[in-house]
């Protein structure tokens, strides 16, 4: 068999950009799960990592193997029917929501950064969301296996500038009092059941297209590594930022004090992943649609963006720390099964 590398890291670079969203790339997600419990939260993150790096290649194997077109499938497959149906009615709410989350992180980056209006952020993102979904799964491939390379050299790059700082081992080593410190205890597993959960609107019908098991094994293997690094970068980068927890986009405002001349670039970065995880999230959506009714693309597009947007004129930081911690709970089930499901090496 002919080992497609290439096509291994479209995989990876699909995983990543779905993964890596509005709460990845600004840092706030990483803060509300781990970088705010200290120490505690890096260990969190290596047990992330790991689940990350097997779980995603589970997923996205059996999910070929059973010929799933979404992840409506995958659920039954995983639930069984009347369960997997109850699961894919919360799942459709989950990335409406989290789209909304999206959406409203965008905006946040006009308006944080940019001095800009976060309805206009909200707007462009919205339109060049809808070119590129018209385009389908090649515009998918294309705008992730730009923007991820660069998103994790810059997150090594913050990481190096970080570590170099005269009081790094004691940052690293601080463990801060958090009144819901249980919270550090559960996130690695909230944390990858929630990010998987959603990414299986992405992965599953991935997987169907590339149907070799050899290549979405490791684009899975390979799409976990990266995550693991930029979540340990962004990690190790987030902690010597003081008062981490009341910025909207803290990676941008170490950006700024350490590395100014890659600020501007920096910015256009984050937005590049927020605005690839819109993509994944809505073409997910899209596809679960088209199998409930028949209805032309633009359509169903234009549908889930508005009642996307409708949700985003919550603000951003707030938006984020009430649904995805919420959202990683209700995914627990969802990451148990797919933990316990057996797949079959033999039927490929």
């Given at each position: 068999?002919?080992?497609n590398?290439?096509?291994?890291?479209?995989?990876?670079?699909?995983?990543?950009?779905?993964?890596?969203?509005?709460?990845?790339?600004?840092?706030?997600?990483?803060?509300?799960?781990?970088?705010?419990?200290?120490?505690?939260?890096?260990?969190?993150?290596?047990?992330?990592?790991?689940?990350?790096?097997?779980?995603?290649?589970?997923?996205?194997?059996?999910?070929?193997?059973?010929?799933?077109?979404?992840?409506?499938?995958?659920?039954?497959?995983?639930?069984?029917?009347?369960?997997?149906?109850?699961?894919?009615?919360?799942?459709?709410?989950?990335?409406?929501?989290?789209?909304?989350?999206?959406?409203?992180?965008?905006?946040?980056?006009?308006?944080?950064?940019?001095?800009?209006?976060?309805?206009?952020?909200?707007?462009?993102?919205?339109?060049?969301?809808?070119l590129?979904?018209?385009?389908?799964?090649?515009?998918l491939?294309?705008?992730?296996?730009?923007?991820?390379?660069?998103?994790?050299?810059?997150?090594?790059?913050?990481?190096?500038?970080?570590?170099k700082?005269?009081?790094f081992?004691?940052?690293?080593?601080?463990?801060?009092?958090?009144?819901?410190?249980?919270?550090?205890?559960?996130?690695?597993?909230?944390?990858?059941?929630?990010?998987?959960?959603?990414?299986?609107?992405?992965?599953?019908?991935?997987?169907?297209?590339?149907?070799?098991?050899?290549?979405?094994?490791?684009?899975?293997?390979?799409?976990?590594?990266?995550?693991?690094?930029?979540?340990?970068?962004?990690?190790?980068?987030?902690?010597?930022?003081?008062?981490?927890?009341?910025?909207?986009?803290?990676?941008?405002?170490?950006?700024?004090?350490?590395?100014?001349?890659?600020?501007?670039?920096?910015?256009?970065?984050?937005?590049?992943?927020?605005?690839?995880?819109?993509?994944?999230?809505?073409?997910?959506?899209?596809?679960?649609?088209?199998?409930?009714?028949?209805?032309?693309?633009?359509?169903?597009?234009?549908?889930i963006?508005?009642?996307?947007?409708?949700?985003?004129l919550?603000?951003y930081?707030?938006?984020?720390?009430?649904?995805?911690?919420?959202?990683?709970?209700?995914?627990?089930?969802?990451?148990?099964?797919?933990?316990?499901?057996?797949?079959?090496?033999t039927?490929?």
């Open positions: 068999m002919k080992k590398w290439y096509a291994a890291f479209q995989i990876a670079a699909v995983y990543v950009g779905t993964v890596v969203g509005a709460g990845f790339a600004t840092g706030r997600e990483i803060v509300e799960f781990f970088s705010r419990f200290g120490f505690v939260g890096f260990i969190s993150i290596l047990l992330s990592g790991y689940l990350l790096i097997v779980l995603g290649s589970k997923l996205m194997r059996i999910a070929a193997q059973i010929n799933a077109v979404s992840y409506q499938e995958l659920n039954i497959h995983l639930f069984g029917k009347w369960a997997g149906r109850g699961i894919n009615i919360i799942m459709l709410f989950m990335l409406l929501g989290v789209s909304a989350v999206m959406l409203s992180g965008a905006g946040a980056v006009f308006e944080e950064q940019l001095g800009l209006t976060k309805t206009l952020g909200v707007f462009i993102t919205i339109f060049l969301s809808f590129v979904m018209m385009v389908g799964t090649k515009g491939f294309a705008v992730n296996s730009f923007v991820v390379p660069i998103m994790i050299c810059f997150s090594l790059m913050l990481m190096g500038i970080s570590i700082q005269t009081d081992m004691e940052h690293l080593l601080y463990i801060p009092h958090a009144v819901d410190g249980w919270k550090s205890v559960l996130a690695p597993f909230s944390y990858t059941a929630l990010n998987l959960a959603l990414a299986q609107a992405v992965l599953v019908p991935i997987a169907n297209e590339i149907k070799d098991d050899w290549t979405i094994k490791w684009g899975g293997i390979l799409g976990g590594i990266a995550l693991t690094l930029i979540l340990v970068s962004s990690h190790l980068t987030l902690i010597t930022l003081p008062n981490l927890e009341i910025y909207e986009i803290p990676m941008a405002i170490i950006m700024k004090q350490v590395a100014p001349f890659f600020y501007w670039v920096f910015v256009l970065v984050i937005y590049g992943e927020i605005f690839t995880s819109v993509i994944g999230n809505v073409f997910g959506l899209d596809r679960q649609i088209k199998q409930l009714i028949t209805i032309p693309t633009y359509i169903s597009i234009s549908g963006f508005i009642v996307s947007y409708i949700i985003s919550v603000d930081g707030e938006l984020l720390s009430i649904l995805y911690p919420l959202f990683g709970y209700i995914s627990l089930i969802f990451f148990i099964l797919l933990w316990m499901k057996p797949y079959n090496k039927a490929k």
